[in-house]
């Protein structure tokens, strides 16, 4: 398996290309939605129905994944299928630039396609790493950093290199508001492991804030600024959402290549066999180790495929240990059970067929059928405070309160005065065929919403039907 990853042969990257492919493909034919799936493409349909990001749909989502989700929707529909096809190529690109910059700066003494390898592998630990998630577009942007980081170790970078390497940050940040900790790491490494001058360090910034300067005009134009502040940063932040599974299942997903890692970063820092330079290339890896972790402090879900951003250190780290084995037999032995494992605590969980599974809960990533779900069917509605996936049988969102955290967070900041005038220019605008309120929101407010007395039945305690809506029992 290393032995024909240790020649030295570019096509090598396409037998990489196909195995991913083979690996996933069963994924791809008999998987479910995600949960996080159909919210990214919920929100592009909203997009693609002329609202505005943040001012007409409430979602902490970043305003550049927004806009990848706006035209994978309005290009191939709600197909969770592309969003597969596009990580596949998104991570071949990924495991082809690491492999690059790796040769490219030395940092092993052995060159070869096996940090490509590794790399693949690590973007195997689980299933839901395998659609086009915005931290995975985001880490595509890192690794750009992370090379024009290297040029400048060996004092190869020029000013329009320094430019753009803010630039790459500035877009990482915009995908996915928790690399933000990658543009801490990248000035770290500048300060501990160059001589850049003054100017530069302004010139990486300048480039990190134009992307988002750009941004911020577009949400200015459309009146939406403050709505992007609040909603994107200061919630992702300050307020972010319940963690979409326990702390016990991202153990499961995480403690084997974990434990590989810190043994793996243990050998590397002890051996000495390793140039200035090649220590330094080590030492820009572990800040960068560093920043992932703080990444996924932060992120908004805490979901599995929210530790993407540490596949980079863990494949750079793994791969030193694979190269410090004396004898190439024991070398393969390693490759071949890391493979192994991986790819078996993966699918049991995936297939549910083994006591894994039950360990966890992993079925809440899954988008499932509500008792609503026959109900809402080909009608447009609001749901407040229910779970985003349950307007996947909807005909449209027809409220701008679509996160069900960040909603509540809104409307409980009001007064019942303020809260009953925005759900009422909310309906009207809206003009929804069903209502399900599980903040009980409306039921404190029915004397006063007289629209819900006129337009509407309720059926109960938390559904409001409107009278010319044909309900399905």
């Excluded at 449209?396 to 996160?403: G, L, S």
Aim: zero cysteines; charged letters at 15%.
């Amino acid at each position: 398996m290393l032995g024909f990853f240790r020649i030295n042969d570019p096509y090598r990257l396409l037998i990489l290309f196909l195995a991913v492919l083979l690996l996933r493909l069963p994924y791809m034919i008999g998987s479910d939605a995600l949960v996080y799936e159909t919210n990214w493409l919920l929100i592009g349909e909203a997009l693609n129905s002329g609202n505005i990001l943040y001012k007409d749909i409430i979602t902490p989502i970043a305003p550049l994944a927004a806009g990848i989700y706006m035209m994978v929707e309005f290009l191939f529909g709600k197909s969770v299928l592309v969003l597969h096809i596009l990580s596949i190529l998104l991570v071949t690109y990924q495991f082809s630039l690491f492999n690059n910059i790796m040769l490219r700066n030395k940092a092993y003494n052995e060159n070869s396609y096996i940090p490509a390898l590794i790399y693949a592998l690590m973007m195997s630990i689980f299933y839901d790493f395998f659609t086009l998630s915005p931290a995975l577009i985001s880490l595509t942007f890192i690794l750009l950093v992370l090379d024009n980081i290297y040029l400048r170790i060996e004092n190869k970078l020029q000013d329009a290199t320094i430019l753009k390497t803010g630039i790459f940050m500035g877009f990482a940040v915009l995908f996915y508001l928790p690399s933000i900790f990658f543009l801490i790491a990248t000035i770290l490494s500048f300060a501990l492991l160059t001589s850049l001058v003054l100017r530069r360090y302004l010139l990486f910034l300048y480039g990190f804030i134009f992307p988002a300067l750009i941004v911020s005009i577009f949400f200015y134009w459309k009146g939406g600024l403050e709505a992007l502040y609040n909603q994107w940063i200061l919630f992702n932040i300050f307020d972010k959402a319940e963690p979409v599974i326990d702390l016990q299942s991202i153990l499961i997903i995480s403690v084997f290549p974990v434990i590989i890692f810190l043994f793996a970063l243990y050998k590397t820092f002890t051996a000495t066999r390793f140039t200035n330079y090649q220590l330094r290339v080590q030492q820009v890896m572990f800040i960068m180790f560093l920043a992932a972790f703080g990444s996924w402090w932060i992120s908004e879900q805490q979901a599995p495929f929210e530790l993407l951003l540490f596949v980079p250190s863990f494949a750079f780290f793994i791969v030193h240990f694979v190269f410090q084995f004396k004898r190439k037999i024991i070398a393969e032995a390693f490759a071949i059970t890391l493979t192994a494992l991986l790819v078996t605590i993966n699918f049991s969980i995936f297939y549910q067929n083994t006591r894994i599974h039950d360990i966890g809960n992993f079925n809440k990533l899954v988008s499932g059928e509500s008792l609503y779900t026959e109900l809402i069917r080909e009608k447009s509605a609001i749901i407040l405070g229910g779970h985003t996936d349950m307007y996947q049988s909807a005909t449209r969102i027809a409220t701008r309160f679509y996160h069900p955290k960040l909603s509540e967070s809104i409307l409980n900041d009001m007064s019942k005065k303020e809260q009953m005038i925005v759900l009422y220019d909310d309906i009207q605008q809206y003009q929804p065929e069903v209502i399900i309120d599980f903040l009980g929101l409306l039921k404190k407010g029915k004397v006063e919403l007289a629209v819900l007395k006129e337009d509407y039945q309720q059926k109960s305690e938390l559904l409001y039907v409107r009278n010319n809506a044909n309900l399905t029992e």
